[in-house]
């Protein structure tokens, strides 16, 4: 099921769909999407990198995490 920029669950159905537009319209809730229909801070997140993602591990998960990179390339 889609989920918004606060993961919260989206209606699938056209009833559901019309009055999560009408809230969106009149202000009661936000939605934050780009022209292009991403979510801004995904964006953003996206633009930090690789650097910013691993400025925030240990150096433990980060070896953890390059050696299952290295076993999927490499291991066959």
């Given amino acids: 099921m889609p989920r918004g920029p606060k993961r919260e669950k989206r209606p699938?159905?056209?009833?559901?769909?019309?009055?999560?537009?009408a809230r969106i319209?009149?202000?009661e809730i936000e939605d934050i999407t780009t022209d292009d229909g991403k979510n801004?801070?995904?964006v953003a997140l996206g633009r930090m990198g690789?650097?910013?993602r691993a400025a925030g591990m240990t150096a433990?998960?980060?070896?953890?995490?390059a050696r299952k990179a290295a076993n999927s390339r490499w291991g066959k």
Avoid: F
């Fill in 12 to 21: 699938t159905d056209a009833v559901g769909n019309a009055v999560m537009i």
């Fill in 60 to 65: 433990k998960k980060r070896s953890e995490i």
């Fill in 50 to 52: 690789g650097k910013a």
């Fill in 40 to 42: 801004a801070a995904a």
């Fill in 25 to 27: 319209a009149t202000g």
